[in-house]
């Protein structure tokens, strides 16, 4: 079951980076050998980004600024970032993927600077 992104905030990423999720695990004989098997057959790719969200002295909808409804959709509805969220394709911008977000962190009073970090599902 994945949950839609909140309808009072933007979905305006940007300074992505990229990657992949470790994908493999290593096995080692007590003859010094290793061999590394894949974990999964897709591989699945990781997103560190930022959105800029409205918040001190911006208009407040519903009570509150976008910010205050970002935290309160990542706190109860994605459940602190447990729950996959279906969003556009980072990558290609197209279609839809499911993700899930982990908030890393946050910066600045008039409008916060979030950042976020991305996992596919």
């Given amino acids: 079951m994945a949950i839609n992104w909140s309808a009072y905030c933007n979905t305006d990423f940007y300074g992505q980076d990229g990657g992949y999720k470790e994908n493999t695990e290593k096995v080692e004989f007590k003859s010094g050998r290793t061999i590394e098997y894949l974990k999964n057959s897709a591989a699945k790719k990781t997103h560190a980004l930022n959105i800029s969200l409205k918040d001190k002295g911006t208009p407040k909808t519903d009570g509150k600024t976008e910010f205050e409804h970002f ?43 979030v950042s976020l970090k991305l996992e596919e599902v």
């Fill in 71 to 113: 935290l309160y959709w990542y706190e109860n509805t994605a459940k602190s970032g447990t729950i996959p969220c279906n969003l556009t394709d980072i990558i290609t911008g197209s279609g839809t993927k499911q993700y899930l977000i982990k908030v890393e962190g946050w910066t600045g009073q008039r409008t916060k600077e």
